[in-house]
């Protein structure tokens, strides 16, 4: 697993998520023809086993799967961070928006983040639809984010961001608290 416990206690408090869990495996990347149903079954085990409502986002790439459990409404987002080029990401921002981010893949990954934790509320149809902002470079591995235009997709809050690159990986997370 890439989600040591030190970087899951850094998200849950740049997240304020407290009851955050995070799973990442190979083996439900997309090669594995049986990822889909074992990312799946471990989500539906874990619901099934708590005593309280949660919500939850998958996301995976060729070679990694990623689960994100929580109370909070939760997005998550995983990418080969190389994959993602500059026309990719600029394809999918609003006017300005790809020049304050980080860079491609942090971008994609918090617009592909926001975008599953908005199913709740008024979801755009597509990423360039809504606008994610306020980047700033954490003294760690992290660079955090808003969602600017909160309001336009009835969530209460701007909610919280974070994305991280390890290894040839790059990860993104937001969360809403209600």
């Known amino acids: 697993m890439f989600i040591d416990k030190m970087l899951l206690e850094s998200l849950k408090a740049h997240l304020n998520c407290p009851d955050l869990l995070v799973f990442a495996y190979t083996e439900w990347g997309s090669r594995n023809p049986d990822h889909r149903k074992l990312i799946h079954a471990h989500r539906d085990q874990i619901i099934l086993n708590s005593n309280s409502p949660l919500h939850s986002s998958i996301a995976h790439t060729s070679e990694m799967g990623v689960l994100a459990v929580s109370s909070h409404v939760i997005g998550v987002d995983i990418e080969s961070t190389t994959r993602v080029s500059e026309v990719v990401a600029k394809r999918v921002s609003r006017p300005g928006e790809y020049e304050q981010a ?9 617009k592909e983040a926001c975008f599953k934790a908005l199913r709740p509320f008024k979801q755009p149809s597509v990423l360039s639809d809504f606008s994610v902002g306020k980047w700033q470079k954490n003294a760690s591995q992290f660079e955090t984010f808003t969602l600017l235009d909160y309001s336009e997709h009835q969530v209460p809050s701007e909610g919280a961001g974070v994305c991280f690159h390890q290894e040839k990986f790059s990860f993104g997370f937001f969360c809403v608290n209600l």
């Open 102 to 110: 980080p860079g491609p893949a942090s971008l994609w990954t918090a």
